[in-house]
């Protein structure tokens, strides 16, 4: 399985902007799909985005327009672009990893689907 390391978190106010990096150790890095999660305190985990290794994205409602997701194969990271941030925004974020391929983006909101995960970077969104 491949090793994620995610990095970037931090206090931020509302309405700033923050960039999350996640980087693998698998060579092999551009053959998965490459998700964002998020879980807040007390909460369950919760989808934020998805790229795939076609580089085709797709979003949670709750960030739609204000987050972008993008990726280097080279340098075998993906990257988490946070803009407008708002307090619900905190959580701890966690990249994921799977080479399971699905016709529709639905199955890459369940984290049953991903084999890897990394450890967490908690981002804060505080005035």
């Known amino acids: 399985q491949v090793q994620l390391v995610e990095s970037g978190g931090g206090l931020v106010q509302p309405g700033g902007s923050l960039r999350l990096s996640c980087a693998a150790s698998?060579?092999?890095?551009?053959?998965?799909?490459m998700g964002w999660f998020r879980q807040a305190p007390g909460k369950g985990r919760e989808f934020v985005t998805i790229?795939?290794?076609?580089?085709?994205?797709y979003y949670g409602d709750s960030v739609k327009g204000r987050f972008t997701i993008s990726r280097d194969n080279v340098k075998n990271e993906v990257y988490l672009q946070m803009n407008s941030l708002k307090p619900e925004d905190t959580a701890n974020y966690y990249c994921?990893?799977?080479?399971?391929?699905?016709?529709?983006?639905?199955?890459?909101?369940?984290?049953?689907?991903?084999?890897?995960w990394g450890q967490g970077t908690q981002v804060t969104v505080s005035s």
């Open positions: 994921a990893a799977t080479l399971r391929d699905f016709s529709s983006n639905y199955y890459y909101t369940k984290e049953i689907v991903y084999e890897s």
């Open positions: 698998d060579g092999t890095f551009s053959q998965y799909n």
């Open positions: 790229i795939r290794k076609s580089g085709n994205t």
